[in-house]
């Protein structure tokens, strides 16, 4: 086993290798799978060979879903490709190739330009053959063009296998979802459906071990899916918790996804909890908190969000543990979560609200992602409801409405766009970037939509939001991976989550370069 960007293969096949073997542990990350295959490529078009690329699939009960991927290749060229996303366990891809292809490629394109010594690999001589006399007939396999998964289908393939390895493995009989009407719940409710898809397609396809799962998980042995929506109402429970500061239009959404999908829908009003809470602080301390419209303080406004938030998740998991046992079915749900990576990143999310779950599919999605992802979800699956959730602005719906509307969104309380929050999340991610060289890159990357003074803003924006919020990727709810600068995995992060919310240092040389920019543009009089 050996990483395809250390692997020996130059050396072992300037020493005569023919055929590399590499059983690998490769996850998938959205937009990785070119990678993958031009590095076999890549391995042999440079000294010739046959690659034989073995990769796991499924799970191991984290945060990752290895994508298969096998290939089999032949001096740069691909000759055949197993399936990147899928429920069977175990798929076999195999290749009828002529080793002298190898060796007259070699001569023709190596040979000539081998200067240096090589190493020598060490050599165990066997007796066994390849082939028989037979394999003279058989026709060698011809190059292939790989088919690549748009980010769209990946987004609807590798999470929904992630979702199946856990459900079976967990011992849980389906899903519950509060399902809010908006992009981020509606994105998973979809993963959930196309999980629901593949595994019917499985059956189909007579995948015996998928079938014996689907009939344990509904607790009948004679049961057989006919269609996907009859199996999403199986084992996936959807819920819309609505407050006074709910409109009428969520809900309208919400409900018309679920029913487009068949999940079990249910219609929950949390005004009694909340009024009751709120009973309990006002009975101790003789004060009712009010929202910011009434006259309160940014404190109290803020109380009044978070305890609807997490009345929320109270009562999602109260529903999910005995939902099932009110119907007079065994079992419990696991309950999901729908907090993306932007919100992630910059903590604009509740602590215990229903973004606190048992897994979530789209953790390591960004907004952007997740809206092209249900475009392509409306025509795949023909679910029309999707078109006017992606045309409602994000909001929480936190706050009371105005005239019957949303007077809250999400853009407006962050001070930013999603768009520009994911390219905010990928600089300080993947490129590493602190306050200063991020606005260094920004006042380049957004010169034609804003000025340095408005890039700075934003940037000091998103560092106060991040360290203020830093504490709750404590807590934050297991993911999947999908992206290369998705929130880390809180067990293993080492860093502090106690930050210094003013960044003196850091925004000080911000407010100076803004300065001696606006100085060397100033016209001379």
């Given amino acids: 086993m050996f990483s395809l960007f250390f ?23 959205l937009r990785k799978a070119d990678q993958r295959v031009n590095l076999v490529k890549s391995a042999t078009t440079k000294t010739g060979g046959i690659y034989l690329y073995a990769n796991q699939r499924g799970c191991d009960g984290d945060r990752l879903y290895y994508d298969g991927c096998a290939m089999v290749a032949i001096n740069g060229d691909i000759v055949a490709q197993g399936a990147q996303f899928s429920l069977n366990d175990v798929e076999v891809i195999t290749a009828t190739l002529d080793l002298e292809d190898v060796r007259s490629y070699r001569g023709e394109m190596c040979q000539p330009h081998v200067e240096s010594e090589h190493k020598p690999c060490h050599r165990v001589k066997v007796d066994f053959s390849l082939s028989s006399g037979d394999d003279i007939y058989l026709p060698t396999h011809q190059p292939i063009t790989w088919h690549f998964h748009t980010p769209e289908e990946e987004i609807s393939l590798g999470p929904a296998c992630w979702l199946w390895d856990y459900l079976r493995r967990s011992g849980q009989a389906g899903f519950l979802l509060p399902l809010s009407g908006g992009v981020d719940s509606s994105s998973t409710a979809c993963i959930v459906y196309s999980m629901c898809v593949l595994v019917c397609q499985a059956i189909e396809d007579s995948n015996s ?10 607790g009948d042995e004679s049961y057989r899916p006919q269609h996907p929506k009859e199996l999403c109402g199986r084992i996936f429970t959807t819920c819309y918790m609505a407050s006074e500061n709910s409109s009428v239009d969520t809900c309208n959404r919400a409900k018309d996804l679920a029913n487009q999908i068949s999940s079990t829908h249910m219609n929950i009003n949390i005004d009694m909890a909340v009024k009751g809470i709120l009973g309990i602080f006002s009975l101790v301390t003789g004060k009712m908190p009010q929202f910011r419209t009434n006259g309160g303080s940014h404190r109290e406004n803020l109380a009044l969000q978070n305890v609807q938030a997490r009345v929320r998740m109270v009562l999602a998991y109260l529903f999910a543990q005995l939902s099932l046992w009110a119907r007079g079915k065994p079992g419990g749900l696991l309950v999901l979560g729908s907090a993306n990576v932007d919100e992630s990143l910059t903590g604009y999310f509740t602590k215990y609200d229903c973004s606190s779950a048992d897994i979530n599919p789209i953790g390591g999605i960004s907004k952007t992602d997740l809206k092209s992802f249900l475009l392509y979800c409306v025509e795949q699956f023909q679910l029309t409801a999707l078109r006017g959730i992606l045309a409602a602005p994000p909001t929480a719906e936190l706050e009371p409405l105005t005239d019957g509307q949303v007077s809250q969104t999400d853009e407006a309380d962050m001070g930013m766009t999603y768009s520009e929050l994911s390219v905010i999340g990928r600089l300080r991610k993947i490129s590493k970037c602190g306050p200063f060289s991020m606005f260094c890159k ?13 890039v700075a803003e934003k940037v000091k924006r998103f560092f ?12 934050v709810t297991p993911s999947y991976h999908a992206e290369s600068y998705s929130p880390d995995d809180n067990r293993f992060d080492l860093r502090p989550f106690l930050y210094n919310t003013r960044w003196t240092w850091q925004f000080r040389c911000i407010d100076n370069q803004v300065s001696q920019m606006a100085t060397n543009t100033t016209p001379k009089q």
Wanted: aromatic fraction near 6%; hydrophobic fraction near 40%.
């Fill in 464 to 475: 106060r939001m991040y360290s203020v919020n830093r504490h709750k990727m404590t807590t």
């Fill in 442 to 454: 920004l006042i380049h990357m957004w010169k034609d939509a804003l000025s340095p003074t408005e």
């Fill in 209 to 218: 071990q998928v079938l014996k799962d689907v009939r344990w998980l509904v």
């Fill in 7 to 29: 692997s020996p293969h130059i050396q072992m096949g300037l020493d005569g290798v023919e055929i590399f073997t590499n059983s690998s542990a490769s996850h998938h990350e």
